[in-house]
C-alpha cells in the first residue's frame, strides 16, 4: 500500500548525481520504509540484504531497472537470490524507471515485490569466492573465482505487471483485505541442477556438471496480488 500510494501521488526518484546509477531507487524504496514508521536497518554497499527489519525475520533486496533497457535479468555479484537468509524471510523489490531521462527527478513507471522463493526456492547454498594460486609464467599469480548470479526478473517471468504495482507472496500466505489476487503463479523444479563447473586455461571452455534432481517436479505456488481499485483488470502470468 506505501508503494502504491507513493507511485499514485507522484513520489519521483532523486538522482543525486549522473554517477549515481544504482542506488537512486533504492533510495526511493527507503523514503517508503522511513513512511511506515518500522524500525530498520540499512546495509553497506555491496552487502546483503539492501534492508532489514529490526523488530520482525524480513530483509529486503532492492533492484531499479531502467526502462526501456535490460529488464528480463539482473546481475547479483554478493548472494544468488533466495527467499531466506540468515534467519529472515527475504523480499526483492524490483521497480522500473524511464532509462533515457536528462532530468534528475523522475517517476516509479511500476513495481513488483516478490519472495524470494519466487525468484528460487533453494535455501542451502552458500555463496562463497575462493581462489587458486601458481598461475603464470612465474607462478606468483592468483586466479580469483568471483561468481557472478545472472537471475531472471519478475518482467522477464511475467505477464500483466506492466504500470502496475505488483504483489507475490507464497500461497500458504494469509491474504490481505486490502489486496486482490490477480493471479495464481506455480513454478516446477527443473529436472537437473548445475552443481559444479570447471575451466580449461588452455582452450578457455567452461564445462558444466549437473546431477539428477531429488526435487523434481516439485511444485511451488505463489498469488500474485495488487491493491484494490488499481488492478488494471488483467491476470498476473507466467509467460512460459
Known amino acids: ?28 524504496f ?23 527489519l529490526v523488530q520482525n525475520p524480513e530483509g529486503y533486496e532492492v533492484k531499479g531497472l531502467g526502462w526501456p533497457g535490460r529488464e528480463s535479468s539482473y546481475d547479483s555479484n ?3 537470490p533466495s ?6 524471510s527475504i523480499y526483492y523489490v524490483f521497480g522500473r524507471y524511464p532509462s533515457a531521462q536528462a532530468e534528475d527527478e523522475y517517476p516509479v513507471i511500476d513495481l513488483v515485490m516478490c519472495h524470494g522463493d519466487f525468484l528460487n526456492a533453494e535455501r542451502e547454498y552458500v555463496h562463497q569466492n575462493k581462489n587458486c594460486k601458481g598461475f603464470g609464467s612465474y607462478g606468483d599469480i592468483t586466479i580469483r573465482d568471483r561468481k ?26 494469509p491474504p490481505d483485505p486490502r489486496l486482490e489476487a490477480v493471479g495464481e503463479l506455480t513454478r516446477i523444479e527443473t529436472d537437473r541442477l548445475l552443481v559444479g563447473y570447471s575451466f580449461d586455461l588452455t582452450t578457455n571452455q567452461l564445462i558444466p556438471q549437473y546431477v539428477a534432481n531429488p526435487s523434481a517436479g516439485n511444485a511451488h505456488k505463489f498469488v500474485a496480488y495488487q491493491v484494490k481499485g488499481y488492478t488494471g483488470g488483467s491476470q498476473v502470468t507466467l509467460k512460459n
Open 1 to 28: 500500500m506505501i508503494c502504491q500510494n507513493a507511485v499514485v501521488r507522484g513520489e519521483l526518484i532523486n538522482r543525486s548525481s549522473r554517477q549515481d546509477k544504482e542506488f537512486h531507487f533504492q533510495n526511493w
Open 30 to 52: 527507503e523514503s517508503r520504509l522511513k513512511e511506515t514508521q518500522i524500525p530498520y536497518d540499512k546495509s553497506g554497499r555491496n552487502s546483503y540484504p539492501d534492508f532489514t
Open 78 to 80: 554478493s548472494q544468488v
Open 83 to 88: 527467499g531466506y537468509h540468515n534467519g529472515r
Open 148 to 173: 557472478m548470479y545472472v537471475a531472471p526478473t519478475p518482467y522477464g517471468l511475467l505477464r500483466g505487471t506492466d504500470r502496475q504495482i505488483t504483489l507475490i507472496l507464497p500461497d500458504n500466505y
